[in-house]
Nanobody
Framework: QVQLVESGGGLVQAGGSLRLSCAAA????????TGWFRQPAPGKEREFVA?????????YYTDSVKGRFTISRDNAKTTVHLQMNSLKPEDTAVYYC????????????????????WGQGTQVTVSS
């Protein structure tokens, strides 16, 4: 079991940047696949944003954020970050981090059902 706590959300103008953090309480994330998802509004599907392979050496992104967002993990392997640059109003959503000990392939990392552990979410609002 791992508890995840997100932070770093807020209100920013279009073109600005934010850095989200996802901290694991009491353990490292070295054996976990971690991902960031977002939900634009209540009732809408939670969509994949970025993922980090358990080794920390492979990253993957949804097309709409490639070149703008970067997922990374700190050296202590207890916190995963999502650096978001050149933000757009359509990036507005509640952002969630998630973790899983078992992921058959990188493509499975895009499916939120593959992740048993979730944070509480942090709101990101981008104004035009």
């Amino acid at each position: 079991q791992v508890q995840l706590v997100e932070s770093g959300g807020g209100l920013v103008q279009a073109g600005g940047s934010l850095r989200l953090s996802c901290a694991a309480a009491g353990r490292t994330l070295s054996n976990y696949y971690t991902g960031w998802f977002r939900q634009p509004a209540p009732g809408k599907e939670r969509e994949f944003v970025a993922g980090l392979w358990w080794s920390g050496t492979s990253t993957y992104y949804t097309d709409s954020v490639k070149g703008r967002f970067t997922i990374s993990r700190d050296n202590a392997k207890t916190t995963v970050h999502l650096q978001m640059n050149s933000l757009k109003p359509e990036d507005t959503a509640v952002y969630y981090c998630a973790a899983s000990l078992s992921l058959p392939s990188i493509s499975d990392g895009r499916d939120p059902r593959r992740y048993p552990y979730w944070g509480q979410g942090t709101q990101v609002t981008v104004s035009s």
